[in-house]
């Protein structure tokens, strides 16, 4: 959960609002590990996000951000989809709102295997089928697609930020994809 441009929409917090949330609620969020399928609908690769991270260094992750006030899990997801993607990613929108994991991040290390040392924060993790083409947008630098066994790999989730290569192999396990 990386620093973003905030969204121009009236709904969201000025700088010094939000590190004032921060400090005291736990915020919500969801992620979404953009996919590829087969005709069986089988994932045969896994798009993971390169972008500077908050401490200046690049790193992986995934697509993530905050869900506004009175908005839905669907439009929150689609919403950074289309912002991390680009609008020509054409994400297939799980018809459950169910998550295939619920994270939650803590800043100090070692209290859950996710970690932001900004704040306390819980995200709903969904794996979303994409079938247009994606071209980052924001601070993301660029989306690499790998075989589910090279998102897997050790040498990937040490390149992950704040535990998200947990995350991402819990998602390929919940499809099915992690041998």
Known sequence: MSVRTPDPNSGWLSDSELADVRRRLPLLYVEAVPVRVD??????????????????????????????????????????????????????????????????????????????????????????PVTGTCEPRQDALELTWMTPQEAAADSIAEEMEGGRGGLLRSALASVGRLH
């Open 39 to 128: 005709g069986l609908g089988q994932v045969v690769e896994v798009g993971v996000l390169l972008r500077v991270g908050s401490s200046g260094t690049i790193t992986r992750t995934l697509v993530s951000g905050r869900v506004m006030y009175g908005e839905t899990l669907r439009d929150a997801l689609f919403r950074h989809l289309e912002k991390d993607l680009g609008p020509m990613a054409f994400p297939q929108l799980p018809a459950s709102p169910i998550p295939f994991q619920v994270a939650e991040y803590f800043p100090l290390p070692g209290v859950s295997p996710y970690y932001d040392e900004r704040q306390h924060a819980v995200s709903l993790a969904y794996v979303v």
